[in-house]
């Protein structure tokens, strides 16, 4: 418990920021989790144009054509 205590003790003020603002950084860890994981999936593409584009479409940025 003293371990714990101390711990608090000295990340107090960022405690304090993390209850006093909303803001986070979820939404960009979820971004480069899904990127890291196209990366393994994919095996490494020939391109970086094609890799770019893949990972464009799985956040929805582009859409793609239909003919």
Sequence with gaps: ???AIKT???YINYVENTLKY???NGILE???NKIKV???ISFGYRSFYH???RIFITQNL???KKA
């Design 1 to 3: 418990m003293k371990t």
């Design 8 to 10: 608090i003790n000295k």
């Design 22 to 24: 909303d803001y986070n």
């Design 30 to 32: 979820g971004i480069n």
């Design 38 to 40: 196209i990366k393994r």
């Design 51 to 53: 890799f770019r584009n």
């Design 62 to 64: 582009i859409t793609i």
